[in-house]
């Protein structure tokens, strides 16, 4: 679409204390550093939602979460290596609300709208934290919920059925508003570097081994529209209070990295966005 402006807007659905954030200001480190496929057309009007995190990873410092009340969009004009001009849309949210959302199977109006207005949809999921993450779906009943006798307690659903369980919320979402097919879908697996995984791991086998449900959902419902992404937004672990010497030295824009389906580490983080809007047909 050479010479046509286009809007691509990207949902990214993840709980807390899955890089978001971090994604979102390493991105935007790539883009104005000219590091990346997409480049801006012209300056974003306003990227002070990323402002603190930047600030904070420029130092060598892990950032904050984004406050648990907001919900605000960052508008990029960017033009990809094909000429193809797109305003792209990315949302900044705290994890939070995500869990609210799930707990309180309702969706407020801002998320029903941004759900059926995107053009893909990211579901970014950190490994770590599903790891040995036991419910009624990965063993017996009796295993999972142990009790003394005469007491209840309920059963807890892990990382992956919530997760499942969202993107049926979404799905049944964007049923509400006739838009045409479900949107494309990139699972990113966040925080690739703490897993210690050999350099020919692939996404698509680890989500398998950890999140078998989650893996067998995604198949189902999106089939060859799906893509399985490995994310590093920071290449390396970094703390809230000790600074990384060698992080600041080597800067933001050069560091992180996005693992391939095959396998492969690729320094450019906007390869999952220009994924969505391949598969989009925008």
């Not at 290449?235 to 492969?264: H, M, T, W, Y």
């Amino acid at each position: 679409m050479s010479g046509a402006q286009s809007k691509v807007r990207i949902a990214l659905f993840g709980e807390s204390d899955n890089g978001k954030s971090h994604f979102g200001a390493q991105l935007l480190e790539r883009i104005e550093a000219e590091k990346c496929e997409i480049k801006l057309r012209v300056a974003a009007a306003d990227v002070s939602a990323f402002d603190e995190v930047r600030r904070r990873i420029g130092a060598g410092l892990l950032a904050e979460h984004t406050p648990s009340g907001v919900y605000r969009d960052v508008i990029m004009p960017v033009v990809d290596a094909g000429g193809r001009a797109m305003d792209l849309t990315w949302p900044d949210y705290a994890g939070e609300q995500v869990r609210q959302l799930i707990d309180g199977r309702a969706m407020k109006q801002e998320w029903l709208d941004r759900t059926q207005a995107a053009d893909g949809w990211i579901l970014i999921v950190r490994p770590s934290l599903a790891k040995g993450d036991d419910d009624i779906f990965s063993k017996p009943l009796a295993h999972v919920v142990r009790v003394p006798e005469g007491e209840e307690k309920k059963p807890k659903r892990s990382i992956q059925a919530r997760l499942v369980e969202l993107l049926q919320m979404l799905l049944h979402a964007r049923g509400l508003h006739a838009r045409g097919p479900v949107p494309p879908l990139v699972v990113l697996l966040s925080c690739w570097d703490e897993l210690h995984l050999p350099e020919t791991a692939k996404p698509g086998d680890l989500l398998n081994q950890q999140l078998p449900l989650l893996a067998s959902f995604v198949r189902s419902k999106w089939g060859a529209r799906a893509s399985v992404l490995g994310l590093s937004a920071l290449g390396v672990e970094l703390d809230k209070e000790q600074v990384n010497d060698a992080f600041i030295d080597r800067g933001p824009e050069n560091s992180g990295f996005v693992v391939e389906a095959d396998g492969c580490s690729k320094p450019d983080l906007t390869i999952p966005l220009v994924r969505l809007a391949n598969m989009s047909g925008i």
